[in-house]
């Protein structure tokens, strides 16, 4: 019996596991649909959304916008600069005559007082001896006026016994006296002749000495522009110079200084230069002077910066450039070139505010770059700024900002 009852009870559970299958399809499928429903939904929300944005994109212009920056607090200047020597002068000829030879030509370098050349000077030679012998005829003649004094005191003193002893006339007085007097004043033409004399072989001895020219400094010869037998005139503005000289073992490289940064430059302060030409090489320099004065036509400050230069590897006349770390005069902002504009009320830039609106702030430029300007009074830095604004954008118009990345 009881394996009889088995089946027996076995036989109802079958639908009841069919109809549990059934309801879970229907779970399934209920839920699938839901999901469909909500992806739907979800999709069509986003749509809607990113219609309204593209509605409000169109409504506001997209405009290409920069920080602005604020400039670092010590800015570094390069600047032109001329070289110049330390010392340089034209060697001309104190004394007429013909260049017997010279002893160095360009490019040889000279100590003070060493002989660069000899003028031949026959007429100097022949006025010297001439003057010399004046010079002795005076002095002879002082000798003899000396003698004649002599006797015109005796002669004087004899007249004046004669008349103590009633023997004599005032006549007699008056004119030995007048000889007397006569006597010393010709002793004191002689003397001054005599200065004459020796003032002026002084004078023809010194153009002598000047057949011997000599170098003022040490340096070099940068120029020679007479040959031997070429007639030699003295004392003439308009001819041209035996010799030029330089020194240039230490160089003088002048620069011309924004009046932005004149006031940072001080004597003493390093300003090494370079050469474009050889790229990676500075030499030392030190500001040695300034004017200390604005040039009004240009707004700078002429600046004197020495350069040992005991290799000669700079050359007097050379195109170089000087460094110059200065500390920032002001607190300067640095933007984009093509964020500055002038029109009609001066110069501004186009400043996006927090709601995304344009307001155009006057400014003032300081230095430019190109492609980058400094300016020194507007802005504090971090604005966002249009870049290229146009006349199409006044002032209050809402925007949409794009920076370069974004693009």
């Not at 010709?186 to 002026?200: D, M, P, Q, R």
């Not at 003439?236 to 002048?254: M, P, Q, W």
């Not at 040039?295 to 050359?315: G, S």
């Amino acid at each position: 019996m009881s394996h009889a009852e088995n089946p027996a009870e076995a036989a109802p559970r079958l639908p009841s596991r069919f109809r549990l299958g059934a309801l879970a399809v229907l779970v399934v499928a209920a839920l699938a649909a839901l999901g469909t429903f909500g992806v739907r939904a979800r999709a069509k929300v986003e749509a809607d959304r990113d219609g309204a944005v593209a509605a409000t994109r169109t409504d506001r212009p997209r405009v290409l916008v920069t920080t602005a920056a604020r400039g670092p607090a010590r800015v570094e200047q390069v600047l032109p600069g001329t070289a110049t020597p330390r010392f340089e002068t034209a060697v001309h000829a104190r004394t007429s005559g013909y260049l017997k030879r010279w002893l160095v030509d360009i490019g040889d370098r000279v100590t003070e007082g060493q002989l660069l050349a000899e003028i031949e000077t026959p007429e100097v030679d022949s006025q010297l001896l001439q003057a010399r012998a004046a010079l002795a005829e005076a002095e002879a003649a002082l000798e003899r006026d000396r003698a004649n004094e002599e006797l015109s005191r005796v002669n004087l003193a004899r007249v004046r016994r004669v008349i103590d002893n009633g023997a004599g006339s005032s006549q007699d007085l008056d004119t030995a006296n007048a000889a007397a007097k006569v006597a010393r004043a010709t002793i004191g033409v002689s003397e001054a002749t005599i200065a004459a004399g020796k003032a002026n072989v002084k004078r023809l001895e010194d153009l002598q000495s000047y057949q011997q020219v000599t170098a003022p400094f040490q340096g070099v010869i940068t120029a020679r522009n007479f040959d031997p037998g070429a007639l030699v005139v003295a004392d003439n503005a308009s001819a041209r110079e035996l010799f030029h000289i330089a020194r240039i073992d230490t160089l003088r490289v002048y620069a011309d200084v924004p009046q932005t940064y004149a006031t940072g430059i001080r004597p003493g302060q390093p300003a090494p230069v370079f050469r474009r030409e050889v790229p990676g090489r500075e030499f030392a320099g030190t500001v040695s002077r300034t004017t200390s004065a604005i040039d009004p036509a240009t707004r700078t400050l002429r600046v004197e910066v020495d350069v040992p230069n005991p290799d000669r590897l700079l050359l007097p006349g050379m195109y170089l450039q000087v460094r110059f770390n200065l500390d920032a005069p002001t607190a300067v902002v640095r933007v984009p070139g093509a964020a500055v504009i002038t029109r009609a009320g001066g110069t501004k830039v186009a400043v996006v505010d927090g709601s995304g609106a344009i307001r155009y702030k006057p400014v003032t430029v300081g230095r430019d770059f190109g492609t980058t300007v400094e300016l020194a009074d507007g802005l504090a830095g971090g604005e966002t700024l249009v870049i290229r604004p146009g006349d199409d954008l006044p002032d209050g118009t809402i925007v949409e900002p794009v920076t370069p990345a974004a693009r």
